[in-house]
């Protein structure tokens, strides 16, 4: 869960009263903020929903406090004002960094602590909510130094110049990605642009070039600073505003007035526009989820207690989420609020009642078993993950690639999709215990999965069990045994039909067939697995130096065990 660090001073002083470490403790239960340490002034507190972008700031973080300490509740009213101040968006950027969103905020008071506050919010949106800048990038700049209308737009790398913030000579665009700290950071995002973002003012100076630095001129705040503009650029509208409202709001928060922009690209957009959503909830939702008694007067105190805005009509309560709050998606999300600002302690724990003895499952009972007699044979049992990397279920296992389950956005590219098989599990395990002592027998129970359009999920789960041994001697004639053995104790009957399989050797591999009824009382052939040994060019991609000799069944088609 993300952190953030606030002064105890700056925090008394917008609240308006002193606290002590108990007062601090005993109003952060009601909240979704704990305080992770307390050294001097300084009170680093942890945000436990990464959703709740708002409490990313000690702005957003008094906000909910003024509800739970009843000094000011219910939904808060932010006021924007008309102005003439126009953003013009260049069709080029479309090719780059397309969208951008505005706001100007004045009268302004900015402090040591409250500029550690903006940093703070910016850093946070942008590299965690913003995925280090690539989505979000947010600038914030001395609106007095600006000459209007400002445009958004691209040049090329070495077409334009400025002087970058925390530097005293002009650059290139080119030269800040090569030589500015921040240019080397995240030069990457503008990898492939043949031409750079850049806002640039009515009198050519420039103020960025998102989403690497600000300029020196005017992306600059201080104390002196009174009224600042603020821009967010990305690739999604919804996300680069709500990015925006977090931060106008944090800063009205501070006293500022809230300015629109007009933003002009294909059509003309005021910006920041602070929706409110409304959902509905009733007194018996409520209660059932929660097993409270709650009354109306319990719920619309509550409801205002966590800043939301609230009308009853009829049997429901009629809610207006706040525009900070995205987070909220389901009315549970407004009943789990209503259940923290009435406290926690305040709800009287029930001794859960089941009707039912707890036992393992068939399929597990199973699995233990089989545990249970292949340690027997001195094989050792490995747990690896079910998610793996596309290259090693094909291109090292020797096999030309098909259809998986790919993971849409994947964290990493050593985790990028499904496997749908365990035998590469086995082989990356052998390949890490190269220098371990000799014979090795390993072997896995786990899932595996195939795309299945028939599925709702268009996906089905097998859990399959998969056997390998590494050393000098290892052969077809070893994994076999190890097979007639389970056959004979199943009282299975199979027979092996030859294959030809890319990731074993030719000659040396086989499908293992068993017979089943269908569901007409006739006898019908099944693959229980594949058996053999594994192809040479399979242990030199895996840098496995024995041979390895495998075997991998469908432990769904094994009925009893």
């Known amino acids: 869960m993300p952190n953030i660090e606030i002064n105890k001073k700056d ?85 780059v960094r397309p969208f951008t969103v505005c706001a100007v905020i004045k009268d302004l008071k900015f402090t040591e602590h409250f500029i550690e506050q903006m940093i703070q919010l910016q850093e946070k949106l942008c590299e965690g909510f913003g995925k280090k800048r690539r989505d979000v990038a947010l600038g914030i700049y001395d609106f007095d130094k600006i000459k209007w209308p400002i445009t958004y737009t691209t040049f090329k790398p070495d077409a334009l110049g400025f002087i970058p913030l925390g530097f005293e000579e002009k650059l290139t665009l080119r030269q800040i990605l090569e030589r500015h700290e921040k240019g080397q950071i995240y030069g990457g995002l503008l990898h492939g642009a043949k031409e750079y973002p850049i806002f640039i003012d009515k009198e050519q100076n420039v103020l960025s070039m998102p989403p690497i630095i600000n300029s020196e001129y005017s992306g600059k705040v201080t104390n002196e600073t009174k009224n600042v503009f603020i821009e967010v650029s990305g690739f999604d509208m919804k996300k680069i505003s709500y990015a925006l409202n977090i931060v106008v709001a944090a800063f009205a928060d501070r006293g500022g007035k809230i300015f629109q922009v007009n933003v002009r690209n294909l059509k003309s957009i005021l910006i920041p526009n602070f929706y409110s959503r409304v959902k509905k909830v009733t007194l018996e939702e409520i209660n059932a989820l929660l097993g409270l ?101 094909f291109e090292m296992m020797n096999l030309p690639i098909s259809e998986i389950v790919e993971i849409k956005n994947p964290v990493s590219e050593n985790q990028n999709c499904i496997r749908n098989w365990l035998m590469p599990s086995l082989l990356n395990f ?55 053995y389970l056959a004979d104790l199943l009282g299975v009957k199979y027979s092996l039909k ?45 840098k496995i130096k024995m041979p390895v000799a495998a075997m991998e069944l469908d432990f769904d088609l094994i009925k009893e065990f």
């Open 293 to 393: 008694g709650l009354s109306d007067k319990d719920v619309i105190y509550c409801l205002k207690k966590a800043r939301y805005g609230v009308k009853q009509k009829g049997n429901e309560f009629i809610v207006d989420i706040p525009f900070y709050r995205e987070d909220v998606l389901h009315k549970v999300d407004i009943i789990e609020d209503i259940a923290i600002a009435h406290g926690f302690k305040n709800i009287e724990p029930v001794e859960l009642k089941i009707p039912t003895t707890g036992t393992l499952l068939n399929e597990t009972n199973k699995q233990e078993k089989l545990s249970s007699l292949l340690i027997g044979l001195e094989f050792q049992e490995v747990l690896t993950l079910n998610l793996s990397k596309k290259s090693d279920l």
């Open 498 to 542: 030859q294959l030809n399989h890319g990731s074993f050797i030719s000659g040396r591999c086989a499908e293992i067939i068993i017979l089943e009824k269908d569901i007409k009382g006739r006898n019908a052939e099944r693959v229980l697995g594949i058996i053999g040994e594994v192809n040479p060019k399979v242990l030199s991609n895996w």
């Open 11 to 95: 925090f008394e002083h917008l609240l308006g009263r002193k606290f002590s470490q108990k007062d601090l403790e005993n109003v952060f239960e009601f909240t979704k903020v704990g305080i992770e340490k307390v050294e001097n002034d300084k009170i680093t507190l942890e945000i436990k929903d990464s959703n709740r972008l708002d409490l990313l700031s000690i702005e957003g973080v008094v906000r909910e406090v003024k509800g739970i300490i009843k000094k000011e509740i219910g939904l808060k009213d932010y006021k924007i004002e008309k102005s003439n101040f126009v953003v013009k968006v260049d069709h080029k950027v479309k090719a």
């Open 430 to 484: 052998l390949s890490q215990n190269t220098t371990k002592i000799m014979p090795q027998k390993i072997f896995e129970i786990g899932k595996s999965f195939e795309v299945d359009n028939l599925e709702s999920n268009k996906t089905k789960e097998k859990t399959k069990v998969a056997f390998a041994i590494s050393e000098a001697r290892a052969n077809f004639t070893q994994i076999k045994q190890v097979l007639d």
